[in-house]
């Protein structure tokens, strides 16, 4: 059965976003072309708004405390904050009023509006949606590293078959208000639900029916 996501039910304002034009891909699909996709937005970006250095783009209102290091291409939009130890790479579209916390490492992925990684966060390979908070420690994992078969499977729908993805990284696709609890762990190829609520100290493994997520919350 081939794989049916909606991008926009899971971030309402993927369409109206500069990532609209990529509406029609699958959420791991984006990640792996996260390098093209961020520098041909920068291309784009009006000079004015932005200081752009190489394949750098960082709005003149957002703020970056010393001893971050950003690796590009990367576009950081208006009003982010990032901090000291704060370690972006691999292509990375963050857009307006994000925070990245110390000891944040975000690699290949696209962030919406008022999203915070809160300190000491590893994502990787990711889409996450407007307003998405990950507490201290909480961990995206974007590579299945426990087996041979390293291809990611992703769970369409509660109880869905499994299906590959038919890539080696990817991490989530969080939808709008998700929350990560403190140290949490999500395994690769998650599919949350906007709203979706994973609890302090957890393991959300969908490959295994969602061990670990808080009752009540299902991906759709």
Same mark, same amino acid.
């Given at each position: 059965?081939?794989?049916?996501?909606?991008?926009?039910?899971?971030?309402?304002?993927?369409?109206?976003?500069?990532?609209?034009?990529?509406? %029609?891909?699958? @959420?791991?699909?984006? @990640?792996?072309?996260?390098? !093209?996709?961020?520098?041909?937005?920068? /291309?784009?970006?009006?000079?004015?708004?932005?200081?752009?250095?190489?394949?750098?783009?960082?709005? +003149? &209102?957002?703020?970056?405390?010393?001893?971050?290091?950003?690796?590009?291409?990367?576009?950081?939009?208006?009003?982010?904050?990032?901090?000291?130890?704060?370690?972006? +790479?691999?292509?990375?579209?963050?857009?307006?009023?994000?925070?990245?916390?110390?000891? =944040?490492?975000?690699? &290949?992925?696209?962030?919406?509006?008022?999203?915070?990684?809160?300190?000491?966060?590893?994502?990787?390979? &990711?889409?996450?949606?407007?307003? =998405?908070?990950?507490?201290?420690?909480?961990?995206?994992?974007?590579?299945?590293?426990?087996?041979?078969?390293?291809?990611? +499977?992703?769970? &369409?729908?509660?109880?869905?078959?499994?299906?590959?993805?038919?890539?080696?990284?990817?991490?989530?696709?969080?939808?709008?208000? =998700? +929350?990560?609890?403190?140290?949490?762990?999500? !395994? @690769?190829? /998650?599919?949350?639900?906007?709203?979706?609520? =994973?609890?302090?100290?957890?393991?959300?493994?969908?490959?295994?029916?969602?061990?670990? %997520?808080? !009752?009540?919350?299902?991906?759709?």
């Amino acid at each position: 059965m081939p794989h049916a996501i909606d991008l926009h039910a899971y971030v309402v304002g993927f369409a109206t976003s500069p990532l609209a034009r990529w509406g %029609a891909c699958l @959420p791991w699909e984006l @990640p792996m072309q996260a390098n !093209a996709i961020v520098r041909e937005l920068l /291309a784009a970006l009006p000079a004015g708004e932005y200081a752009i250095e190489g394949d750098i783009a960082i709005h +003149r &209102s957002a703020r970056i405390e010393p001893g971050a290091v950003l690796k590009g291409p990367l576009i950081l939009g208006a009003g982010c904050f990032v901090a000291t130890g704060a370690y972006l +790479r691999g292509g990375n579209w963050v857009d307006a009023n994000c925070s990245i916390g110390p000891g =944040v490492e975000l690699k &290949s992925s696209f962030v919406f509006a008022g999203t915070a990684l809160a300190h000491f966060n590893f994502v990787g390979d &990711s889409v996450l949606g407007a307003g =998405v908070n990950l507490e201290a420690g909480s961990i995206v994992c974007n590579h299945r590293n426990e087996r041979a078969d390293k291809n990611i +499977r992703v769970r &369409s729908g509660e109880g869905g078959t499994l299906q590959p993805s038919g890539c080696e990284k990817f991490g989530a696709l969080m939808g709008d208000g =998700v +929350r990560i609890g403190a140290n949490a762990v999500v !395994a @690769p190829g /998650a599919l949350l639900a906007p709203g979706y609520v =994973v609890g302090r100290a957890t393991l959300l493994d969908q490959e295994q029916d969602a061990q670990g %997520a808080r !009752a009540g919350n299902a991906t759709p």
